[in-house]
């Protein structure tokens, strides 16, 4: 099976734009996290969705926001983009032998990396 | 806020040798899971380790669990130059809750 793909790979904005990252889960996989990595702070959960709908959420603000489709593929948006926001953009899937539960194994895609200058 | 703290953040060893890395958390957990992360580059499970089990293998890895310390150890042993990477520890509480990553160990192995 091919792994989780995310696009694009990297992505350079200014202040006050949005931006939009996709995902594609593992195909059969339901849930689709993402996380954003920085230096300072680590890896942090933003959302979880399954079939659809948001699961779980993170301590992030509301310009982060995501959605995902019947295919169970996920965007993610953010609006408003501050300097704060470069960071490493993770999602990852989890299978459906594991409950597509979020404490199971997770399968990560290679990342989106936003630069906001 | 992290849960798991590894420890040491940066290791250095010649290839050939043997690497551990441990983790400490803070709360119960369901499981434990160790992460691989090559420089910039998305996350590879490594694996994973239950509340109920004490040591797992995996080829050359091994992990140790201790709930009673709330500690976790990784050992790489015979470790390689391709070893080079930051190793991530997180943890999962009960519950479809997600998981919390500490901040990593950066682990060198230089030929």
């Known amino acids: 099976k091919a792994g989780v793909t995310q696009t694009p790979r990297y992505l350079i904005k200014t202040r006050g734009q949005q931006v939009t990252l996709s995902c594609s889960p593992i195909s059969g996989h339901r849930s689709v996290s993402w996380y954003q990595q920085t230096p300072g702070q680590g890896l942090q959960f933003l959302f979880e969705?399954?079939?659809?709908?948001?699961?779980n959420k993170g301590n992030f603000p509301g310009r982060f926001s995501g959605r995902q489709f019947s295919n169970s593929r996920s965007e993610m948006n953010v609006s408003t983009l501050e300097l704060g926001d470069s960071a490493l953009y993770l999602c990852a899937s989890s299978s459906p032998e594991a409950g597509g539960f979020l404490q199971e194994t997770q399968y990560f895609g290679p990342g989106t990396r936003l630069l906001v200058l | 806020s992290q849960q798991g703290e590894e420890d040491p953040q940066a290791l250095s060893i010649q290839e050939g040798e043997n690497a551990t890395m441990n983790c400490s958390y803070k709360?119960?957990?369901?499981?434990l899971q160790w992460y691989r992360q090559n420089s910039g580059r998305g996350l590879v499970h490594l694996i994973l380790?239950?509340?109920?089990?004490r040591e797992k293998h995996s080829g050359r890895l091994r992990v140790t669990l201790d709930t009673s310390k709330k500690s976790s150890s990784l050992l790489i042993t015979a470790s390689r130059a391709a070893d080079t990477a930051s190793y991530f520890c997180a943890t999962a509480r009960s519950g479809n809750t997600p998981l919390v990553f500490g901040k990593g160990t950066r682990l060198s192995v230089i030929a």
């Open positions: 969705y399954f079939s659809e709908t948001q699961r």
């Open positions: 380790i239950r509340s109920n089990e």
């Open positions: 709360t119960s957990i369901n499981n």
